[in-house]
């Protein structure tokens, strides 16, 4: 199997699961890391034991990587991911694809005028829970889908984060930062969106930092913290999505679709496993599914991306579908400032189904 050389920029905390896995996957070879923080690019290279780039621009101007993933704060996404264009590089960009429409859709332009791929994060729909959602509604195991809902609700990050400071300013906030694996999870399920509407709001001014050596200080709140989200869906289906950091507790489902013969019980999105369950009709119980596809883990979509680029194939993971869902979260925030429902004006293919049989990472 020929193989893809990939290099990462940026070595903050998620890099540590990129480093981690990315070697598991077959077909791709991690030659290089780098860093704005040069030190930090070292000391990861050290503990993975793979050479490292003394700046961002080295590493684009290495001839040999072909993919670069870039792992960059939501802010410098789109600068990232179009310099790595520019230099020939195919790129793999952490969520959300980028801050607001007009960055994502130069990101399109460059990619499609330089004949590149651009992939996006998050890869956890292709894990083995929700393909085992994907599997039994392809199925008709709940019939004709008609509604969904979806929860992600918590007090935010300052509580546990070192540096949660990005998660408050423009790029962040609950639907920035977790609505990409809903509405990914969304759409891999039902298909693309097509009109939403919201309302949004914030309810604390400032949050205080309780963890690491900047417990105590105060950060500024840019974004709305509570984010409520209606969707119609291509397909006729319709959505309801709450993200929030206002939240202090919850019993909330994450995921439930809901068809005309039962109700599918999906597991939380941010993750790679179940459990997935099912209740027909007037059942009394829910019944537990066992995964039909392998687990998986973060960097799931680098390999599923690089499989599609030796291959020739489309990527389930492309810039169409990153951006699809940029669109959606930016317009629901839109839609919150105006008072009107915003039709969804890009498009996306529903993400092919993966094969039951393969082997983790095998596309």
């Known amino acids: 199997m020929n193989t893809t050389k990939v290099g990462i920029i940026g070595c903050g905390d998620i890099a540590d699961q990129y480093l981690k896995n990315i070697p598991k996957y077959p077909g791709i070879d991690l030659v290089s890391c780098a860093d704005i923080i040069e030190s930090r690019a070292k000391e990861r290279s050290v503990e993975y034991k793979i050479p490292y780039s003394k700046s961002v621009s080295d590493m684009l101007s290495d001839p040999k990587i072909e993919l670069v993933i870039n792992l960059t704060i939501p802010r410098a996404h789109a600068e990232i991911s179009i310099e790595a264009l520019k230099h020939g590089k195919h790129i793999y960009s952490e969520k959300p694809f980028a801050i607001n429409k007009s960055q994502g859709l130069k990101i399109l332009e460059v990619s499609n005028d330089s004949n590149l791929r ?3 994060a998050p890869d956890t729909f292709l894990g083995g829970g929700m393909q085992t959602c994907r599997y039994l509604i392809d199925k008709g195991e709940i019939g004709v889908p008609i509604a969904a809902s979806a929860f992600m609700v918590n007090h935010g990050h300052e509580h546990w984060h070192t540096n949660p400071e990005f998660y408050y ?21 039902l298909g693309p969106v097509k009109t939403v509407s919201g309302i949004t709001s914030t309810s604390f001014d400032e949050r205080t930092m309780s963890n690491g050596p900047n417990s105590g200080k105060s950060i500024k709140v840019e974004v709305p913290t509570h984010v409520t989200g209606l969707m119609e869906f291509m397909n006729g289906a319709t959505g309801t999505i709450i993200t929030s950091f206002d939240v202090w ?30 209740k027909r009709g007037r059942e009394e119980t829910w019944k537990e599914v066992p995964l039909t596809h392998p687990e998986g883990a973060r960097g799931i979509g680098v390999s599923e991306m690089a499989s599609s680029m030796r291959s020739g194939r489309k990527s389930r993971i492309d810039a169409e579908l990153g951006f699809h869902i940029l669109d959606i979260m930016q317009s629901i925030h839109e839609s919150s400032v105006s008072g009107h429902h915003v039709t969804i004006e890009s498009d996306c293919t529903q993400p092919s189904a993966v094969p039951t049989g393969l082997l983790e990472g095998v596309f």
């Open 249 to 278: 507790s919850s019993d909330l489902p994450r995921i439930e679709i809901y068809g005309t013969e039962g109700t599918l019980s999906v597991p939380d999105p941010n993750k790679f496993t179940g459990p997935v369950r099912i």
């Open 169 to 189: 300013q423009i790029g962040g906030g609950p639907m920035f930062d977790m609505g990409p694996y809903y509405l990914a999870g969304l759409v891999n399920l």
């Open 118 to 120: 651009a992939g996006c």
